[in-house]
Every structure is written in C-alpha cells, then in structure tokens.
C-alpha cells in the first residue's frame, strides 16, 4: 500500500510519528512535507497530498494541521477526494465503512500522538463495505460533477 502524507508546522512532529509507525509496518509512504516546523501555509501541502490520491499516484493520503480542519477543506476542493477530519477511532472507522473516504484529516493539536496513531492504524486497516454506502457515495460525486467540472 502507497500512502501520501502531508502537514504543516503545526502537524510536523505527529507526521514523523505517523510517517515512523506505517513504515514499520510495511506501508510505503511518499512525504509531502513539510520537513521542519518553520511555519508555513496548509493549503499547499493539502493540496500536493489531495492531487496524488485524485491522480492515482498513491491509494491513500493522510494530512496533519493543527486542528485537521483547514487541511480538510482544501483536500476536499480536489476532484474525487473524499476527506475525513477525525478526532475519535469510531469515527475513523465509519469514515472507512461507509463513506468511503480516501484521505483522513487529523488535528495534532486535538489528538496528541497516541490516539492520532491509534486513529491511523484503524483508518488504515478499514475497508468500504460497499452495498447500500456506494449508492450514497455516488450521490456525494453527482454533487462534486454539478458543481466542480
Ligand atoms: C496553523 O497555526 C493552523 O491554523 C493550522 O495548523 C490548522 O489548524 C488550520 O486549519
């Protein structure tokens, strides 16, 4: 499995700790950036991250910000992403389950560094149960298709 990562300073040091702990793991991971905690500006790297899940480039993406939030709105402007800003492990799940996100936002000033690796490890380790949620997925692209050609 290919999984992007991106953050900004406020997501740096949980990025290393999540970038450490999947590629123990065996994931492989391409790193956006950003590299240090010189302060920089989130739409950048969520968008870097966003555009490599959209392409195909990698299957998943993860991005870190302060809160997630910031970082999810812009993954969520690029065409077939669906992000999910998660602060708890059940929401992590359903996320997965039925709706089918294929980038997680996290908050690393919400979540701190165990229950943010807690939170990747289930992300990960869920799959799209399919069924009645595609239907609704599909509903949630017609919405993307009317709006963003
Ligand atoms: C940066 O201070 C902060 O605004 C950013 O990390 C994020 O929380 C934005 O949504």
Redesign the pocket.
């Given at each position: 499995m290919k999984v992007a990562l991106g953050c900004?300073?406020?997501?740096f040091e949980l990025k290393e700790a999540i970038k450490k702990y999947i590629s123990d793991k065996g994931v492989e991971v391409v790193d956006f950036g950003t590299y240090t905690t010189d302060s920089v500006d989130?739409p950048e790297y969520g968008m870097k991250v966003a555009e490599a899940v959209s392409k195909g480039e990698v299957e998943q993406g993860i991005l870190i910000?302060?809160?997630?939030?910031?970082?999810s709105y812009v993954a969520n402007k690029v065409k077939g992403i669906r992000c999910a800003c998660v602060s708890d492990v059940f929401s992590a799940e359903m996320s997965k389950l039925h709706n089918d996100a294929n980038v997680l936002a996290l908050?690393a000033?919400v979540v701190g560094l165990g229950l943010g690796l807690k939170i990747v490890e289930t992300w990960l380790g869920t799959e799209f149960e399919g069924g009645r949620h595609q239907r609704r997925v599909d509903l949630i692209t017609a919405v993307e298709d009317k709006y963003f050609k």
């Open positions: 900004d300073h406020g997501g989130y910000c302060g809160t997630g939030l910031g970082m908050g000033r």
